[in-house]
């Protein structure tokens, strides 16, 4: 695969701040059309690593690229959407208002594929955010992200606020139209067994660095001793937290 197919790679990549290494050492590949589960305990470096990866924060140390191409620390790659539990909607604009607004930020934009996903989660056009209930506010942003038509989406535990019915609904959704426009998917969540149906790939961070990454089912046949996603990304997260 070359580089400009490449959604992520990292080499040695740290982040320090002024309280010490959020990040250090860090070498990974991203693979294409893979929805990856980016998991880990509290400080692991899952927030800093998607933040390097957006382009919002510069590497300390290391490199990193993505699709081929150094994010700056001043901005996003075009080719990237990022969507995180604050979705940062304005809720004095209507649905129509917001789509707009995407339409007028992003040159790749698709409004019809936007609208669409609107309609398909029964969410009025008329309607100011403000007023949407969260899965409803959750629906608007997923279109948001994907009207850009991203080859990137990187998702920063944003099923949190929801409660379990409008995860399902809302993940079920965001899965199928990722997988169905070839989509590469970074998604941290702290809700393990959520991912199991839907995540492929596997990145487990732990004090700053990358403890275990690679594909689920052969991570599952090299750990013969846990069958599930789940149960051996906590069986690695108790060791690190542990030592």
Not at 37 to 58: D, E, H
Not at 199 to 228: N, P, Q
Not at 233 to 241: D, G, P, S
Request: hydrophobic share 40%; proline share 5%; with cysteine.
């Amino acid at each position: 695969m070359s580089q400009r197919e490449q959604p992520v790679l990292a080499e040695r990549l740290g982040k320090k701040y002024s309280r010490g290494w959020a990040l250090r050492d860090c070498t990974l590949e991203i693979p294409a059309g893979r929805i990856v589960a980016l998991v880990g305990p509290n400080g692991a470096g899952k927030s800093t690593l998607m933040g390097m990866t957006t382009g919002l924060l510069r590497p300390t140390e290391g490199r990193i690229s993505v699709f081929g191409d150094a994010p700056t620390g001043r901005g996003m790659h075009p080719a990237v959407a990022f969507l995180t539990q604050a979705k940062p909607l304005y809720p004095q604009f209507t649905v129509t208002e917001t789509l707009r607004y995407g339409r007028n930020a992003n040159p790749g934009w698709d409004q019809a594929y936007a609208e669409e996903l609107v309609e398909k989660a029964r969410v009025p056009f008329a309607a100011k955010v403000g007023t949407l209930s969260g899965g409803q506010r959750t629906r608007v942003a997923l279109a948001l992200a994907l009207g850009k038509r991203p080859r990137l989406l990187v998702l920063d535990e944003p099923l949190a606020d929801l409660d379990p019915l409008a995860r399902e609904t809302v993940l079920t959704t965001l899965v199928r139209e990722c997988r169905a426009q070839g989509i590469t998917v970074l998604l941290s969540s702290h809700v393990l067994a959520e991912l199991e149906d839907v995540c492929d790939h596997l990145v487990l961070l732990a004090g700053g660095r990358v403890r275990l990454a690679g594909d689920v089912s052969d991570l599952l046949r090299a750990h013969a001793d846990h069958r599930t996603l789940s149960g051996l990304a906590l069986a690695h997260m108790r060791v690190e937290v542990a030592a």
